[in-house]
């Protein structure tokens, strides 16, 4: 039983709180600028790139706009949602802290700081439809702009004359905006919630019903495969000080963080297992830490290349840390993709392996329910999918390992359930 | 708030699978629903729990509510025996009584109409 424990750590203010998590922002920012001028790049001329670009999987920013441009894009997007946050006086959770490092890190493949407004929109549309507050669907949206690219491809696609297409792609925004908020809480029923990324599979299903009705008018959204493939260490560096950054926070506010961090393994991680309040802050700041180093170094070993889509896999483990994720239940998944991939003849420094490898965790709770054995099995089976289920939605849902961790564990659970025998005791 | 008798239904579910899973053969509830609250009385008679289970339980339940939360998973409430939702019914209530008497354990949960 997921029980809170006892906490004894120093208190944290909610301003503090968004303090810590501004920090990132605001370094991607002073990097960014400060890349940009070094290299004499045009920041400006970057980020036009950027927007201007269809952004659908994989459209890496670095190559786009430059790496300047790209950390400046994620940055502005971080500050928005930090903003939201604030405006809508919410409660920093470990699911907040999850929603607003996926949107960090996807800000450097396929969100940018125009194509996600429209949804955001479209959200606050729905609110006032329902008239329920704002702050009950932002996350949600923040979620949600997996979908980004979608109202970029419409925008600057070349589908529409120039002006129409500003105005279907806004149209099209909203509309997700719109209906996104009953469709994820309907679709986590699915997979019992075994699935962290479920606006992926949520996004999966949407991007798979519009991406039909646009080949359904001989629309064919085409492939694209733009990744930066050469290793950068003043970005490998900034993230080292980041996650060390986070564990030195960690320890600040949980002075026996060291002695109590193995408390965290005994969750298996399946939604709801927000550590902020099961465990407190400073252990998930800590795990948060950990988790970004040892996912930094796991993409090293490998001889992987930190790119937009690396970056965004990184800070997507980071943010879930807070919510799920720990080194437990994540090394039986990313374990059983190895192994999927040594049988496959993968090459395993690419960047569509690594990213796999890196998202595969989206069913860690897989491995901490059931075990380490089954754990393996779901890591494997996930690279077989995720590597084929992009074409059914045509690359416009972002977290297409969302989807296939989605459909991994629909399709899991209900056979390990099969086997079991008797009452089991949670 | 939209779907409200469902969600107060869920909550039940979720408590009534958890109680006759782990602790008991004989539960009561009983739901009232006011203009501005529902209220959920359960007892859970001759309860095995611990003092030291009904205070984590205790704490557990009285976290906070969370609307954004309650508003994008309200729905895994109840749908699976093997694993609990605690902590989704804590965001989903404002409020929550734990004591044992008897050797019953009573709990009285409060949610406030938004």
Known sequence: MAFANKIEERDLHKEQKILILAVFPLIFLIFGVLYALSQGANLAQGMTSIIKSPTTLITDFMVVGGIGAAFVNSALIGFFNLYLLKRYKMRINGLLIAAFFTVLGFSFFGKNVLNILPIYLGGYLYARYQQIPMKNVILVIMFSTALAPIVSFITFGGLFTEGFSYLMGLLTGISIGFIIVPLSSHMIRFHDGYNLYNIGFTAGIVGTVITSALRSFDVEIASVNLIHDQNNPMIIGLLVVLFVYLMGIGLYTNKDTFKLYKTIFKYRGRTITDFTSLVGYGLTFFNMGVLGMASLIFVLVLGGVVNGPVMAGILTIVGFAAFGKQPKNCFPIVLGVLMAGIFFGYDFSSTTFIISALFSTTIAPIAGAYGPIIGVIAGMLHLTLVTNIGIIHGGINLYNNGFSGGLVAGFMLPIIDAFKRGESRS | ?114
């Open chain 2, 1 to 114: 708030m939209k779907h409200e008798v469902k969600k107060i239904c869920k909550i039940v579910d979720e408590l009534t699978t958890l109680f006759l899973k782990e602790d008991t053969n004989e539960v009561d509830f009983k739901i009232i629903t006011q203009p501005d609250r529902a209220i959920v009385k359960i007892v859970d008679y001759n309860t095995k729990y611990s003092e030291e289970f009904i205070a984590h339980l205790k704490k557990t339940l009285n976290n906070q509510r969370q609307s954004e939360i309650e508003e994008y998973y309200w729905q895994l409430a109840g749908e699976t025996d093997d694993d609990d939702e605690l902590t989704l019914i804590s965001v989903m209530i404002d409020s929550a009584t734990v004591e044992k008497r008897d050797g019953n354990l009573y709990i009285e949960l409060v949610r406030i109409n938004k």
